[in-house]
């Protein structure tokens, strides 16, 4: 995985909240703390993602739909 690559992704993610947590307020808990075990399981190519929770919602018109739930193992 090239440093390029990590720093990309990581200016994607900075855009997004989770919990109404931003990348940056865990940056310093999570990805400082375990940078080099991260870039190893990826060029070890044994980096697993966590799963999606799929919840059905309703629509508007009575209907309902799935939505995707990012999950974050802390």
């Given at each position: 995985?090239?440093?390029?690559?990590?720093n990309?992704?990581?200016?994607r993610?900075?855009?997004?909240?989770?919990?109404n947590?931003?990348?940056?307020?865990l940056?310093?808990?999570?990805?400082?703390?375990?940078k080099?075990?991260?870039?190893?399981?990826?060029?070890?190519?044994?980096?697993?993602?966590?799963?999606?929770k799929?919840?059905?919602?309703?629509?508007?018109n009575?209907?309902?739909?799935?939505?995707?739930?990012?999950?974050?193992?802390?």
């Open positions: 995985m090239e440093r390029n690559n990590l990309q992704a990581h200016l993610a900075k855009k997004k909240r989770i919990d947590t931003t990348v940056d307020e940056l310093p808990y999570h990805l400082r703390e375990n080099t075990e991260l870039i190893a399981s990826l060029h070890d190519d044994n980096y697993k993602t966590t799963p999606v799929w919840v059905k919602i309703p629509n508007l009575g209907g309902v739909r799935k939505l995707g739930i990012l999950t974050v193992v802390v």
